[in-house]
Nanobody, 122 residues
Framework: QVQLVDSGGGLVQAGGSLRLSCVAS????????AGWFRQAPGKEREFVAG????????AYADSVKGRFIISRDNAKNTVTLQMNSLQPEDTAVYYC???????????????WGQGTQVTVSS
């Protein structure tokens, strides 16, 4: 069992940056690929970014490519999402997740964080 704790969300103006962190406990995160998803009000949860177990492969949604960077530190059991040039359409609850694939559907991830709210004002 892996417990994931998300943090780092907040309120930021358009064009600003935020850094989300996900810390794993109870089991090493290095056994899993990791990803970030987001869910805006009234919308389905969607894939944002993913990273392989040893960080040799990453994947991004087209909407965030070039603005967001996912990274991980297996020694610290953490996954980070650096979000730059944020736009109002990035407003959502962001969740980290652990699974087997660098990019997958929501039902392919075994463990989820509790979510952290990101709000971007125009």
């Amino acid at each position: 069992q892996v417990q994931l704790v998300d943090s780092g969300g907040g309120l930021v103006q358009a064009g600003g940056s935020l850094r989300l962190s996900c810390v794993a406990s109870r089991r090493t995160l290095s056994s899993f690929a990791a990803g970030w998803f987001r869910q805006a009000p009234g919308k389905e949860r969607e894939f944002v970014a993913g990273i392989s177990r040893n960080a040799d492969s990453t994947a991004y949604a087209d909407s965030v490519k070039g603005r967001f960077i996912i990274s991980r530190d297996n020694a610290k059991n953490t996954v980070t999402l650096q979000m730059n040039s944020l736009q109002p359409e990035d407003t959502a609850v962001y969740y980290c997740a652990a699974g087997l694939r660098t990019r997958g559907a929501t039902d392919e991830y075994y463990y989820w964080g509790q979510g952290t709210q990101v709000t971007v004002s125009s």
